[in-house]
C-alpha cells in the first residue's frame, strides 16, 4: 500500500506542477532588499483548480511578471538561468518541467518517474527570485564610540561624535547578479530580505564607519577645519563612497547618499579646543596689554575697597604696578595707532607702513580695518605716490588729471560751476529731461522728446522712464 500511495502521490503532484502560474512580485518598496516570487493563485482559493503544486518548481510555459526598477533571476537546482531587468510579462520556457497542457506528454511521464524514485518530491529545485533596484534611503548609523580627526586650524586631534542617515542602492542586473550570490540566503526555505534585516549585521556599519572616518582624514588633508565638516558633506559621501567601493562593490551594493544633521566635539575636545582658542588669542600683543590694563584696574577698585584703608591698598597696588610695569616693558609694541599712556601716533617699524585708518602694519592687509596695503606708483612729473592721485600736479594714477567740475553761463555771461549764479544769483538751470524705456530699454531718437508710449513694447512714458 505504501509504493501505491507514493506513486498516486508522485502522478498527483506532476499533474499539479503541469499547471501553468502567473508568478508575481508580492511587495517592492524601500524596505525591501530582496523578496520571493509567489503564485498569484493561492491553492487555497477555490477558484483554482491547481492545488498540488510544489511551491519550487517553475512550470513550462508560466509567466513571470517583473516590475518597474527590479531584477527578475530565475534559480534552477542553485543556478542562475534567467536575468531581466525590463518591466513586462515573461514566459517561461524550460523542458525539465513540462506542462502536461503544452502537448509534451513524454517528458511528463519521465517526470512521474523520477518524482517516484524521491518519494514524490520533484527532483530539482526552481525559484524567482526580484531584487529591488530602487534607492533604499533612511538606514541609521551614529559613532558607538567617538571618531578621532586631526584638525590643521588648531594642530591637534580632536574626537568628534555624528549620527545620520545614508542610502545605498543596488543599481543594475550585473550587481544583482553579485548580490544574490554574495550576501542572500539560498534554498527553498530562505526569507526575504528587508533592508532592517540586512543591516542588523554590525559588519556592514561598521564598514561604513571606517570607510567614513577614512574620509574624514581626505578632509584633513584637504584642510578643512571640524565645524567646516557638515558643509563638506557632499564631499565626504564621495570620499566614502571610494573606500566602500572595493569593500561592498564585490557584493553589489553602493552607498548613494550620506546625510549628517550635526558633528559634534566631546567634552573633553571642547575643553582643549577652548583652551587652544584661549591661547592662540593671548599671543596676540594687543590682547596682552589689554589683559594687563584689566588686571590693574582690578587691581585700583579693590585697593579703594580695602578694609585696612585705601592707603594699604594703594601701598600695595604701587608695588604691584612696579612689578606689572616691568611685565609689560618685555612685552611686544602694540599694533593700535595710539600709543596708550605715552600718547601720540606710533612709527611705522622698517618695512611697515601706515594705513588710513592710522594703524601700523607689517602685512599686506591692515590688521585693524583690512584694508590692504597701498601700492607705490611715481608720477610723470616725477613725485613718488600712494594714494589714487599725485600730490604734486594732480594727475591721476592712470595717466591724466583729474577733471574739472563741469561749469554753466548763466544769461548775464557770468561762467559758474556753483547751483547759484556768483554775479546774479540765479540758480543754475535745471537740466534736460531724457527719456529711456524701464521696460524694454529703448531709446528715442530725441531723448527729451519721447512719444507717449513706446514703440517696442507699448509702455507708457513717464517719470518711471528717466534717465
Excluded at 273 to 286: C, E, Q, S, V
Excluded at 303 to 331: D, H, K, P, S, V
Amino acid at each position: 500500500m505504501g509504493l501505491i500511495k507514493a506513486a498516486a502521490g508522485a502522478l498527483g503532484g506532476a499533474l499539479g506542477d503541469a499547471w501553468q502560474d502567473a508568478i508575481h512580485c508580492p511587495t517592492m518598496d524601500n524596505q525591501t532588499v530582496a523578496c520571493h516570487g509567489v503564485k498569484m493563485a493561492n491553492p487555497n482559493d477555490s477558484r483554482t483548480s491547481n492545488t498540488k503544486g510544489s511551491a519550487n518548481v517553475i512550470t513550462n510555459k508560466s509567466w513571470i511578471i517583473v516590475e518597474q526598477n527590479v531584477c527578475m533571476l530565475t534559480i534552477d537546482n542553485g543556478k542562475i538561468t534567467g536575468v531581466v531587468t525590463e518591466p513586462g510579462r515573461y514566459q517561461f520556457v524550460n523542458s525539465s518541467a513540462p506542462s502536461v497542457f503544452a502537448g509534451e506528454i513524454g517528458d511528463a511521464a519521465k517526470d512521474v518517474i523520477q518524482r517516484f524514485i524521491y518519494g514524490g518530491t520533484p527532483s530539482y529545485e526552481q525559484q524567482v527570485i526580484y531584487i529591488n533596484l530602487q534607492r533604499l534611503p533612511g538606514i541609521r548609523f551614529g559613532t558607538g564610540t567617538p571618531v578621532p580627526y586631526f584638525d590643521p586650524r588648531y594642530n591637534t586631534t580632536i574626537e568628534l561624535r555624528f549620527h545620520g542617515t545614508f542610502e545605498i542602492q543596488i543599481p543594475d542586473a550585473e550587481n544583482a547578479v553579485k548580490f544574490y550570490s554574495q550576501v542572500m540566503a539560498k534554498g527553498v526555505n530562505a526569507s526575504d530580505l528587508t533592508v532592517n534585516g540586512l543591516f542588523n549585521n554590525e559588519q556592514y556599519k561598521t564598514e561604513l564607519l571606517e570607510s567614513i572616518t577614512a574620509g574624514l582624514a581626505g578632509l584633513s588633508a584637504e584642510n578643512v577645519t571640524y565645524a567646516a565638516i557638515q558643509p563638506k558633506v557632499k564631499r565626504l559621501r564621495e570620499l566614502t563612497s571610494v573606500e566602500l567601493e572595493s569593500i561592498w562593490g564585490p557584493r553589489g551594493i553602493k552607498l548613494t547618499s550620506l546625510a549628517i544633521p550635526a558633528v559634534t566635539p566631546t567634552e573633553e575636545s571642547k575643553e582643549l579646543l577652548g583652551d587652544r582658542l584661549k591661547a592662540d588669542t593671548l599671543t596676540n600683543p594687543d590682547v596682552q596689554r589689554a589683559v594687563m590694563v584689566g588686571s590693574v584696574a582690578k587691581g585700583i577698585e579693590a585697593a579703594g575697597a580695602n578694609e585696612n584703608g585705601a592707603m594699604m591698598g594703594f601701598m600695595g597696588m604701587n608695588m604691584a604696578m612696579g612689578a606689572g610695569g616691568n611685565i609689560l616693558g618685555t612685552m611686544p609694541p602694540t599694533q593700535q595707532p595710539m600709543g596708550g599712556m605715552q600718547g601720540g601716533m606710533q612709527q611705522a617699524p622698517a618695512n611697515g607702513w601706515t594705513c588710513s585708518c592710522g594703524a601700523v602694519n607689517t602685512g599686506a592687509f591692515c590688521s585693524n580695518c583690512g584694508n590692504k596695503k597701498p601700492e607705490a606708483w611715481t608720477c610723470s612729473c616725477g613725485a613718488t605716490n600712494t594714494t589714487k592721485f599725485c600730490a604734486n600736479c594732480g594727475k591721476s594714477k592712470e595717466g591724466a588729471a583729474p577733471q574739472a567740475p563741469a561749469g554753466w553761463t548763466c544769461e548775464c555771461g557770468n561762467v559758474n560751476t556753483t547751483k547759484f549764479c556768483s554775479n546774479c544769483g540765479k540758480p543754475k538751470p535745471a537740466a534736460e529731461k531724457k527719456y529711456k524705456c524701464d521696460k524694454c530699454g529703448w531709446t528715442p531718437a530725441d531723448p527729451a522728446h519721447p512719444p507717449k508710449f513706446c514703440p517696442e513694447c507699448g509702455d507708457p512714458f513717464d517719470d518711471s522712464d528717466l534717465v
